[in-house]
Structures are given as C-alpha cells and as structure tokens.
C-alpha cells in the first residue's frame, strides 16, 4: 500500500502542505488544480520540490464540467484539457481527474457521454496522459459510481479508466459491493473520506463535513475491501474537505492524516501492499492503572484528597512525586514540571500485552514518551497523545510494580472505589483527531454522541469507552472560540452521602448547586422529599435510567482540572448528562466571582 492525499485536504499554501505531507510520511499527493493556480512557484519548482521531498505526484485534480455538453461546448473543453494535459506533463504527473458534469451538462445520453470521454482521452494520450473519470454524487445526469464504470467501460480507451471516491458512493446509499465487479486495472485511483450522517444537500455535506477514515458514521473498512478484492493495488488516497482541517496546523493534520489511514489498512487487511506491515493487535484497556495531576504545586490538591477520603501512599523514594488511592484508584501527584498549573498529565492503563500496546501506537505515529526512571524502578512504556497527555501501559493482573517505589505512606483499609470514568476535554479543532487517536491507539469504542447545553454553547460529549464499560473516558469539545473546559477525573464510592458528608466536614467546598435544580428534579421524577433534602443539602445531583441510579458531585476546579465522586446503584449506565448544564454554569459562575 502506498499513501497519497489530496492537497485540498490540508491548511496553508502549496509548498507547505507538501512539506507536512512528506513529514507525515505519505508516499504521494492528489495536487488540486487550485492550489497550484495560487501558487508562485512554476509547475517545474513544484515537481523539483516533490522529488527532494520523496513524494509522487498521483493526480491533478479536477477537471470540471468537460463531458455531455453540445458540440461546441466539448470543443472549449478540449481545448481546456489540452492547456492542463501541458501544464502536467510540466509537472510531471500522468493522471487527470475528470469529475462528471455538474454544472453546464446538457446532454443526457450515454452515447454521446461515452463518445466526449473517448475523445478527451484521445487527446490525452498525445500527452501521455491518463484519465480518471469520477461521478460526483451531484453530477447532473452522471452520480452513480456504477454508471460512470458503464460509460468508462463503452469508451474503451487503455488511458480511460474510474476514479472511486468513497464519499460519493457511501453518501448516496449506493451498495459498494458493486465495485467488485469492475476490472481492478481500470480503477485508476482510489479517494477515501469518512463522513458524519447529516441530513443535508450532498454538495455541502461533501465540501464542508467530510472527515478522516474512523471518525464519522461510513463503514470505510467494508468499503477498502470491496476495492481490493476488485484488484486494486493503487495508492489509498484521502480526500478530505473540512473547514476545520483547512484551518489548523498543517503538520498536525497530515500526521492525524495518515494515523487515519494505516489504522484503515490495518482493519481492512491491506497490510500486505503496507510498508507497515501488520499492526501489533489493538489492546482494549482492561482497567486504569493511574491518573498523574502534574504541575509545579499539587499541595491543593493534597488536601483535596484527604477531604475526600483517600488514603495517602507515600512519597516517590527519588522524585517530587506522591502517591494516593481510594480503593482500586491510583492517583500519582507529579511536581517534577516546575512552570505548570495543575492539570490532568497522564494516563495508566492495564492492558493484556503493555509493550504491543505501544509498539502499536508508534506504529500509528506516536511519539514514545519516557519517565524519569533510574535503575531498579520499574519502566513503563508510554506514548504522547496528539494532545500532549502521555498514555502508559501496564500489564493486567500482573502485580503494579512501581508502587513498591513509594514509601512512608499508609496501608490502604478495606476501600471500595476506582476510578470511574476519566473526562477530557478538547478545543473544536482538535475533536475529531482525539477521537481517532482513542480507537486506533487506545482500542477504546465511540458510543452515541451528545450535546449539552452550556453558558456559551453546546458542548459536544463523545463517550469513548471499552465493550464492557470498564474504561470510560468521555470526549467533550468545547464550542468554538469558547474556552477548553477542564478535565476531570470521576472517582466512584460505596456511599456517597456519607464520602460527602466527610469531606464537608472535612472543609471542602463543593461546586455548589441552584436551589432551582432541585425543584425541577422533584417536578421531573417523583422522588421521595427527604431524600431530596439531603440531596440538596450536600450539593449533589442525581440522575436515574431504566437500570439504576447515579448521584455525584464535583471538587472546585484546581488549575486545569477538578475531581467527580459518583455513586452508581444498580446498572445505571450514564454520566449524569441531564446535570452536565448545571455543572458548565456553575463553573463559569464561580470563575466568574474568582476573577472579580
Ligand atoms: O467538490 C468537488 O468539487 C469535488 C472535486 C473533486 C473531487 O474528487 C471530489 O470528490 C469533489
Ligand atoms: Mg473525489
């Protein structure tokens, strides 16, 4: 397998996108006739930068509006393909896109279609130009992948053949099964590009939403299969138009990019054409191992642990770090970064084999991350997320080796808790790459997404979590322009009133709740008056399903980042969304108040 991109996929102008391109390792470009109109350097320079930087010029693309027009029309748009059949042999790329007639078709008859293509194709081949044809979804007469092969196939020219493109056959509802009737050799090009079901005309749907192979609702890995088994061996290409990739770092989004694409041709089984060969097996998390806070002064957060009953575990023999645990939950306080603000840093995970888990997400272009470790303490591997959150393994069921590395804490009592789902939170630009990083690296699942009103905008929650629900790390996107919200971790207890109670005693101040929720949570669910009192006495919130019950409340915010203890009864399956708002306006309001 070898990787190619469509420039309109990436931000910036020509030169860099083939910079960020090369750095990410792609092995090939899809260069769209835009970006190299707006470009200063000649086709010549464009072609001599590509060949220093290692990558393949596959395509120029597109050619619009050529084919099932009047006679006098066809000759203009010959005369058209004829100036960029030269402007490619200057580049030095034999293949063309020729997307099917949106915009000035006029002629609805396949024979007439078919006579234009063998035309241009003539024309072509005095170039050494070869054409591939694609049906757009919103092409006048020509919309349908199947069609397009039709009229491909009755022209019968060797420099004729089809481009497929996932997004135009998925986003109608047309069966891909269909391509494995085409001849391999005659799909001259392959364009990939994953999409979120939306409810709107084709043409934005495509322009604006389209995403990266793994993060919307098409079924890509069915769809590589269907053209493999059809012969194909060219490059897997990704077409993406997204605004917000158009907009963000250029480097970041080809290294997203073709993260996307190696986990596609791993799940499609196209290893065998893949300079990466076959990845290390996914490694679903078994548990959390630790959650580490960093920053230059965890004493608030010291204190903020014992007010809620955890017990401490000792001091790192060597470091300026601390351990403390409530239950089954590790959570290791790092002061080794001098300049930061606390903040969520790192995650433990328990997987069945922690080095394939990792060799996997090198393998899938993450950086290894290494802790200050010296002789004698035991070594975890560990990556950095795109997001900078370095993610550790460990083994499941083996016993958890660095704790003997802390000392002077105290033995844990008979403790029930563990961490019960760990939340962090993104800026818009950087959902849809969280996303894929946690299923491709993190063998986590995405479940059904939600939104949830907050004081400046929805906030976007995608719980990504394992097949039995052991690890849940919720996924919140911030709206644009509004700030990240803080991360947190959500620890679970035995008895949440009394963990509640204790904590207030203990002097913690909870976020606190409006009397007007608990109004409105009488007036939603006929919940019994005394419990509502104590509800509304210790600030917490409640929420039911068809399964159980969930109560839980959350820690002021410290830095970055702030804790939720939750109590689960029965199978209560949720997070409490319908509390989320409270939560968002409570937080803002009490930013608000700090910074007055
Ligand atoms: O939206 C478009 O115009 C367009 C152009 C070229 C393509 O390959 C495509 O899939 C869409
Ligand atoms: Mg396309």
Known sequence: MVTSIATVSLSGGLTEKLQACAKAGFDGVEVMDADLTVAYESPEEIRALCHRLGLKIDMLQPLRDAEGVDEATFADNLRRAREKFRTMNRLGTDLLLVCSNAGTATVDDDAVVTSQLGQLADAAAEFGVRIAYEALAWGRFVNDYRHAWRLVEAADRPNLGTCLDSFHILSRGHDPAGIEEIDGEKIFFLQLADAPQLEMDLLSWSRHHRLFPGEGAFDLTGFLKHVLRAGYRGPLSLEVFNDTFRQTDVYRTAAHAQRALIWLADQAGAEEHSRHGKLPAGQPPQGFDFVEIAGADLSEVDQLMNQLGFTFRGRHRRKPVRLWSLGEARIILNEQRKRETPQLAALGLEVAHSGRAADRAQSLGAAPVFRNTSTGEFDLRGVAAPDGTEI???????????????????????????????????????????????????????????????????????????????????????????????????????????????????????????????????????????????????????????????????????????????????????YGAPNAPVRLAAQRALTATQSR
């Not at 509004?482 to 009133?497: E, F, G, K, S, W």
């Not at 409006?514 to 019994?528: E, F, G, H, I, Q």
């Not at 008056?529 to 410290?558: M, N, Q, W």
Request: hydrophobic fraction near 40%; include cysteine; charged fraction near 20%.
């Open 392 to 574: 550790f393994w460990n083994g499941h069921g083996e016993p958890i080796r660095w704790i003997g590395e802390f000392e002077g804490g105290m033995e844990p009592g008979e403790q029930h808790g563990g961490i019960d789902h760990v939340n962090l939170s993104y800026p818009w630009q950087h959902f849809d790459e969280a996303v894929l990083f946690a299923t491709s690296a993190l063998g986590l699942e995405p479940a059904a997404s939600a939104e949830v009103p907050g004081p400046l905008g929805l906030v976007r929650s995608q719980v990504m979590h394992t097949a039995d629900r052991k690890v849940r790390v919720p996924l919140n996107l911030a709206p644009p322009t509004a700030p990240v919200p803080p991360r947190h971790v959500a620890l679970q207890c035995a008895d949440i009133i009394t963990t509640a109670a204790r904590a207030r005693s203990r002097g913690l101040r909870f976020l606190p709740v409006p009397d007007n929720y608990y109004d409105d949570l009488t007036a939603r669910l006929p919940l019994d008056p005394d419990f509502v009192s104590t509800l509304k006495e210790l600030d917490l919130l409640y929420d039911r399903d068809g399964a159980g019950d969930f109560i839980h409340f959350y820690t002021p915010t410290i830095g970055e980042f702030f804790f939720e203890i939750v109590e689960r009864r029965g199978d209560y399956a949720g």
